[in-house]
Each structure stands twice: as structure tokens, then as C-alpha cells.
């Protein structure tokens, strides 16, 4: 237990292994060096602070970036796709009853929507689909896969056809825009419907 009675002072252990002449000079440096030390201590934690707001500001950019992207696009192009699909609809109910006569043919068109077009099975030698403008090679294994293999099979779409093979792939009006059916009309060699 130490004794408490004698009088030490704060650098007695310390200056007893130091030369007499330099204890009074390192009581003197005591104070700057406890200065030094909460300069260093409030740097680090002012510089903390700013790396904290500088990486927070950084972070809610990135967040609002992401976050605004996709609904700028999504906005505009939302009335274009209704406006195109209804064109096609209005299209579909008023060239089909023409095709084909009687009412009852007019009124199946008016109350039922796009229909999807017939399928056949794959024919030995299907027709390349690629020659089309728009259509690429995932584009035609997507419609082998609902069972189009031919230019004929294209160009005899009904606009009702065309129209649920547009929604099916969300294409937005793509084929009627890109003129399949006339163009597959002119690659198998007959009219169009």
C-alpha cells in the first residue's frame, strides 16, 4: 500500500531514473504534450465526422439515382404502348368482319380480344424467321416456341393475331411498326390478308 503521507509529486517515479538537469525540462513539456494529444484526438474526430457526411452524401445520391431511373422512362413510354394497343384493337374489330361474312363473325370479333395464332408442328425445313426486320435468333427460338415456323404462317395473321402475339411478347406495337406481316407476305410470295 503506498504511503500517503509523503508529498510526491506527479513525475517523482519517472525523474528518479533521469539526470537531475533535465527533470525541470520535462515537467515543462507536459502541457504541450497533452496539447498535442487533443489536437490529434479532435483532428481524428473532426475528419471522421466529414468522411461520415461525405460518404452519407455520396450514398443518398447513388439511392436517389437508382431510384429515379426507371420511372422516367416508364413514364413516357406508358401512353404510347395503350395508344399503339388500342390502334391495333380498333384495327382488329374493323378489318376482321370484312374477312369473314355474317354477324355472328362480327360479333365473336367485338367481344373477344387478341387471339393467339394457330400453331403448326415444325415443319422439316422451316423457313428462316431472321429475314424479317426485328427478328433476331432468340427472337425466332420465341416464336418456334409458340409454333411459328413460316412466312406464311406470318403473313396470314389477322391484325387480332398480330395483336396478341405484341402483347405476348410486350413488344408495344413493334409489329405492326417493323411491317411483319408484309414482310413475311413478300418473302412466301403471296398477298397478305
Known sequence: MPDTKTDKRSGADWSAVMPKQIVPAANLLTPPMGAMAAASVLTLGIASQMWGLWAGALAGVLDANTKLKPLAPA???A???AELKTIIR?????TAPKAVAGKKAKLAVVSTGPSK????????????LKRISGI???LEQVLNGLGIYTYAQIAAWSPRETAW???HLKFGGRIVRDE????????AG???E
Open 190 to 192: 403471296v398477298k397478305p
Open 75 to 77: 413514364a413516357k413510354q
Open 117 to 128: 395464332p394457330a400453331a403448326i408442328a415444325k415443319p422439316g425445313l422451316p423457313d428462316d
Open 165 to 167: 402475339v405484341d402483347d
Open 136 to 138: 433476331g435468333p432468340k
Open 90 to 94: 380498333k384495327k382488329a374489330t374493323e
Open 180 to 187: 411483319w406481316v408484309k414482310q413475311s407476305a413478300a418473302l
Open 79 to 81: 401512353p404510347d404502348v
